[in-house]
């Protein structure tokens, strides 16, 4: 979609959305191996407002954004520093107007869906850690990235996987693309236990630190489900030609099959860096790491498909991929909807594919589940309403 774009010199400037969670984390350690060849302009964070003020402090970015009203040491902190403090929603998506050559947009949820947009009408590469943009409008984001020459990267490790096997090749080469999972902590719960799951049993991912509501997603395989539709935006090949498999070690990240026979797989340590490594840089390989892959260690590979009824929320998925139209939003927001009640204890782990299923079906939403909205005022539109359905249907009950 088009080539990064530097400001002359070899630095490149890279502004980072969603700088205290745990992708921004992950891309800051990589600038900080990495200090001739990023400068960090922009960042920002929801509410975090110690750990902005820290990184405030390290990286001295022209500007930072706090979502919430922000304290008195972080404005005095931003002001020693020499950086543009701003608060609220409106700073937060006009930040994307800076100048930057690279953007990480690690924010969560479907919210990011208008940073995305108006980080993509740049001409700059915008690395998209908000999986939720795409599925909710990736056919928007395509148009805009097309229009202003914005390369979009994918950053999940399965996709940013597929991406670096598809270099140099082209889709007609290709019989089928796979993404891997780790079955959650849940793969071998006997089925009658699934009642009885608690939000802190949930969020304990076996292989990776990630934040509540993906470690939830990963338990019921949503975020399996939501990274299939991901894949179809990023490969587009037919539906059959995407697939998940349950790998347990969490070591092969994905896997083409190519129409003569061949099979390549791109393998790497469960660390976040290595996939945000080749987003930020895709035609350099850029050193860091200590943690080599040993396969030695690891000892065995084990694949195995998806279980559909330990992981129903998966299967839903795959029914909104099939659907298209508005059917990937619904999933979306009603999936958002259900993970915030169950983790506030207010719903069972079974209730969220219940709750995520109704919405799909419900005749309220019918009208919209054929049709791709136009607008990203649609998508709000739709969203907001899937997600006030699903806040009744609760209380209600």
């Not at 969670?21 to 990495?34: M, P, W």
């Not at 202003?148 to 990267?153: L, N």
């Not at 597929?162 to 140099?168: A, D, F, K, P, R």
């Not at 539906?239 to 083409?256: E, K, M, W, Y």
């Amino acid at each position: 979609m088009g080539a990064c774009v530097s400001r002359g010199g070899h630095m490149k400037d890279i502004g980072v959305f969603g700088a205290t969670g745990s992708i921004g984390a992950s891309t800051l350690q990589v600038v900080r191996e990495q200090p001739d060849e990023f400068r960090v302009v922009v960042l920002t964070a929801h509410s975090r407002q110690q750990k902005l003020a820290e990184l405030i402090q390290e990286f001295k970015p022209s500007l930072a954004v706090i979502e919430e009203k922000p304290a008195e040491e972080l404005v005095h902190i931003a002001k020693r520093h020499g950086c543009d403090l701003l608060e609220g929603r409106k700073a937060l998506l006009d930040a994307a107007e800076y100048h930057m050559d690279i953007a990480m947009h690690a924010l969560v949820g479907s919210a990011g869906l208008e940073l995305a947009l108006r980080l993509a009408r740049k001409p700059m590469r915008l690395c998209l850690a908000n999986k939720e943009s795409i599925v909710c409008g990736g056919h928007l984001l395509k148009a805009a990235a097309s229009l202003s020459g914005c390369q979009v990267m994918p950053v999940d490790s399965e996709h940013n996987a597929v991406y670096q096997l598809l270099e140099g090749r082209g889709l007609e080469d290709v019989a089928r693309i796979t993404i891997t999972a780790s079955g959650g902590p849940f793969r071998e719960l006997p089925l009658d236990a699934f009642a009885s799951i608690t939000p802190e049993q949930a969020v304990k991912h076996p292989n990776w630190s990630m934040g509540a509501k993906i470690s939830v997603d990963s338990a019921t395989m949503m975020n399996k489900g939501l990274e299939l539709i991901e894949a179809a935006y990023f490969f587009p090949v037919d539906q059959n030609q995407l697939q998940a498999v349950i790998h347990p070690q969490s070591i092969i990240h994905g896997l083409i099959e190519l129409v003569d026979g061949s099979c390549l797989a791109h393998l790497s340590e469960t660390n976040m860096q290595v996939p945000i490594r080749h987003a930020l840089s895709p035609g350099k390989r850029l050193a860091g790491g200590q943690n080599l892959l040993d396969l030695m260690r690891v000892g065995q590979l084990e694949l195995y498909p998806v279980e559909e009824e330990r992981y129903p929320c998966f299967s839903l998925a795959r029914q909104a991929l099939a659907h298209a139209g508005g059917a990937p939003n619904i999933l979306n927001a009603a999936n958002e909807v259900a993970v915030g009640y169950f983790l506030a204890g207010k719903i069972g782990f079974l209730d969220i594919p219940k709750l995520v299923a109704k919405a799909l079906g419900a005749a309220e939403l019918a009208q919209w589940v054929a049709s791709e909205a136009g607008t990203v005022e649609e998508v709000l539109e739709l969203d907001a309403t899937t997600r006030g359905l699903v806040q009744f249907w609760v209380k209600e009950d």
